[in-house]
């Protein structure tokens, strides 16, 4: 039980980070005590970060606590000690093979606990004390325990290298910067350290908006296989029912022949049978009328040959045989040339077509591909039309939504929309709902003041200074402001005007080809002519714009 109790003792009064008896203890707000240098050293470790947690409880203090001697806890220890009760270091203090060990300790060394910069010395944290009970020793510059502090030492002149030799890119001594390194151009480590940290600072920058730049475009790339694939699988699935109907239709045409041919055999077997029946019947008859005659021929009477040659030797007209045309062989070979034909011709037209399909398959590349013509006419625009809605999270307080959120218009008062980090608040202004990332055309019809009819990245700014958040004034939207007296492109805040106009417009066309980086707007009305066109490179999907001024209306249209 003595022994339980002992146990007890040190583990009621051993403190948790040195696993020793507390030495100067304190107590901090969770109720945890620690030696005042033990939980000093573990805060100084974490302040650059400003987080200081209870190493047992995790419980953390927005403030670092100030720590006060805990008199009765330090009388209870001084008691103890008197006692002879003492904690025996644990097992997993002790420097094993791969720690560093501290070079003060005799025999079996303990593990090091910080490593001194100007002693060039590793210490336990018993024979650290002396570094925080010091004035001068205080100074000292304490770090993580470093095997490679000899690395410190000139190997020429036994001194601490403190100098940066900035000719020779080196760390030397200050007995090398006289005589080895006299004339060059040195400074001391630290002021090199505060400088190569900067540009560190400069360099994660850069790496790390590099890293965000690359996940953008990985993001970017995923969405194209993502789309690839999707637009594969439903190409590999229309394509098998093209293929099945093309077998059916072959099978069929296969089946008409078979029945045509059978269906003319049996009426040409039927005329010849037929004919044959005639022709086998006249030979009967003929047969009959040669025996007659036979008979006759031997008749020794010439009255009774006389008298029955007339109506013996009479015969009956003959079947006509000119109809019957033998053809060995050949009956049906003409229409197995012109099915051979049409095969020959299937085959031709097969392999120039597939050559065109495979062209077309190799050429669907994610990043290479080709831009496709621009259509021509309003017929053909329509053939990429797009149903766009606007997003009421995006819209301005001041803007009314209506028509399945097709019509806008800016209101005398605020709207009631909820709160939306995506909401514009600088200027009446909304986003469509839909991300436009491939060839796509909609129409817009506004009345009114004016409007900007535009397209965005997402990630366009809401709330912060005009530029940045208006449509057209920044690098992340393109617009086309429409106004009865005046009307212009804008982008990155760079205005661009278009030539006058025979008559003011109130029908916008936008055609956009996000992967060939087209962007066009049209004035539509009985015929199209282009306001502006846009070549470049958009990085991000692309959304629908509308910008209104006061008393401004716009509609997206329905198109058929």
């Not at 475009?217 to 789309?227: H, R």
């Not at 006509?320 to 009956?331: A, K």
């Not at 070979?333 to 392999?351: F, P």
């Not at 060839?439 to 990630?459: I, L, M, P």
Request: net charge neutral; glycine share 2%.
């Amino acid at each position: 039980m003595a022994q339980k109790g002992d146990q007890l003792d040190r583990e009621t009064f051993c403190c948790s980070i040195c696993l020793d008896l507390l030495k100067d203890p304190v107590a901090i707000p969770c109720g945890h005590s620690y030696c005042m240098s033990c939980i000093q050293l573990h805060w100084d470790g974490k302040d650059q970060r400003r987080i200081y947690s209870c190493p047992q409880c995790r419980q953390t203090f927005k403030r670092r606590p100030v720590l006060v001697k805990n008199t009765m806890l330090a009388a209870l220890v001084e008691q103890l000690k008197k006692t002879g009760l003492q904690a025996a270091p644990a097992d997993h203090c002790y420097a094993g093979p791969e720690d560093v060990a501290c070079d003060v300790c005799t025999g079996r060394k303990l593990k090091a606990f910080k490593s001194c910069l100007q002693c060039l010395i590793s210490y336990c944290e018993n024979h650290l004390q002396p570094h925080f009970e010091s004035t001068k020793l205080k100074k000292h510059k304490l770090v993580e325990p470093s095997e490679k502090l000899q690395e410190n030492i000139c190997s020429r002149h036994d001194e601490v290298m403190k100098i940066f030799c900035r000719t020779d890119q080196q760390i030397i001594c200050y007995l090398c910067s006289v005589y080895e390194h006299n004339g060059h151009d040195t400074v001391p480590a630290v002021a090199e350290r505060i400088k190569r940290q900067r540009e560190l600072e400069v360099s994660r920058l850069n790496i790390q908006q590099r890293i965000q730049d690359r996940e953008k475009d990985v993001e970017l790339l995923q969405q194209e296989v993502e789309a690839a694939s999707l637009s594969a699988d439903k190409a590999v699935e229309v394509n098998e029912k093209i293929f099945i109907e093309l077998i059916r239709l072959l099978q069929k045409r296969s089946s008409d022949v078979k029945q045509q041919i059978r269906s003319q055999q049996e009426t040409e077997v039927s005329r010849v049978k037929e004919l044959q029946e005639k022709l086998q019947q006249e030979i009967t008859e003929l047969m009959r009328k040669d025996a007659k005659l036979k008979q006759l021929s031997h008749t020794e009477d010439h009255n009774q040959f006389l008298h029955n040659y007339p109506s013996v030797s009479q015969l009956s007209e003959p079947t006509d045989s000119s109809s019957i045309d033998i053809r060995p062989l050949s009956y049906f070979e003409d229409v197995t040339a012109a099915v051979s034909e049409l095969r020959d011709k299937l085959q031709d037209i097969l392999k120039e077509e597939w050559t065109n399909i495979s062209l077309t398959v190799t050429e669907v590349d994610v990043l290479l591909s080709e831009p496709e013509p621009e259509p021509k006419t309003r017929i053909d625009f329509l053939k990429y039309s797009r149903k766009i809605s606007l997003d009421p999270n995006t819209a301005h307080r001041y803007l009314l939504l209506s028509e399945g959120n097709r019509k806008v218009k800016v209101m005398h008062e605020p709207q009631h929309y909820p709160r939306h980090t995506d909401r514009f608040t600088a200027w009446y202004q909304v986003l469509s709902r839909e991300s436009l990332t491939e060839r796509c055309y909609w129409e817009v019809e506004w009345s009114g003041r004016g409007v900007d009819v535009a397209v965005a990245y997402k990630s366009i700014s809401r709330s912060r200074d005009w530029n940045e958040c208006t449509f057209g004034n920044n690098e992340k939207s393109w617009a086309l402001y429409c106004e009865p007296a005046r009307h212009s492109f804008r982008f990155n805040d760079v205005r661009t005007p278009f030539s006058k106009l025979s008559r003011h417009f109130c029908r916008v066309g936008v055609y956009l080809d996000h992967r060939a980086g087209i962007l066009s707007f049209y004035s539509v009305s009985e015929t199209m002519t282009l306001l502006h066109r846009v070549q470049t490179t958009f990085t991000q999907p692309l959304y629908a714009g509308l910008g209104l001024y006061e008393g401004a209306k716009a509609e997206l249209s329905k198109l058929k």
